[in-house]
């Protein structure tokens, strides 16, 4: 798909072959390279499991159809793109009581499909008190959707989470290491199922009660803070299930993790690379196929 993106930059007519259910994830890839109206040529259904036969015959339809219309149209512009209106972060989006604030958002698909905590003018403002960050002071632009994570909406992210309000400047770190370019926030779409999750590091993990050891994932504070990340995903990096989140089997929920520095025979991760003992890190990372059958 960049190539093609590439490619149109430079003024040279291209199209992507995508497979049924994979042209949602190439306009969003698209879009996040800066193309809204990327010319696609769909393949109808899975190639991997047509006979031979009716792959040719699909792709000489392809060929000749699609392909060849999308080389000689000229591209037009998205005006539903060009007219949007980026919404402020501390509007208000709805009233009303809990459940009716909570169905509101997932009708949006803002949440994990779980009920959340309204996000509160007050209760937002709880984690602004635990950062020198002014509210909408840009903190990354957070591909695919190319939004802008500020302080205010990763407050209202983890609020609706259920964090405790002093784990903002942890928050704030984990945003600002999935955005740089190394992390590769961009390919996290793919069918294998690529989950974020964090490390922690430093004396934040006692003072902010992130678990380490056995069945570390679900206890303390490490599920509220592994949702927090998960929405933020979800809601400012726009990544929505089965439109260009696209794990096969969908996705557990995120995950944080600390290491158990004191029973560690080796230095700290984060002193490895660099930090003070008494630094508190994140580090950001990824797992593949969760929910993979197991070889028989």
Known sequence: MRPAVEAEKLGLPSVVITTT???TIAKAAAQAEGMTNL???EYPGAVGVHAEALVVENVENVRSDRIGDNLTRALCVDSAQSQATARRAD???CEGSFEEISDYFRSREWTDELPIIPPT????EAFLKHTDRAPDEPIAVLPQANLQAVPRNIAANAVMAGCRPDAMPLLIAAVEAIADNTYNLNNIGTTWGVLPFLLINGPGIERLGIENGGQLISKGANPALGRALGLIVRNIAGYKLGRNYMGTFGYPMNFV????EDESPWEPYHVEHGF?????TVTACGTVTWGWPPAI
């Not at 003018?121 to 937002?124: R, Y």
Request: negative net charge; hydrophobic residues 40%; without cysteine.
């Open 39 to 41: 010319r696609i040529a």
């Open 276 to 280: 003070r003992k008494e630094d508190t």
């Open 21 to 23: 259910g994979f042209t």
């Open 91 to 93: 509007d208000i989006v």
């Open 121 to 124: 003018i007050e209760k937002v």
């Open 257 to 260: 993790i600390a290491e158990n």
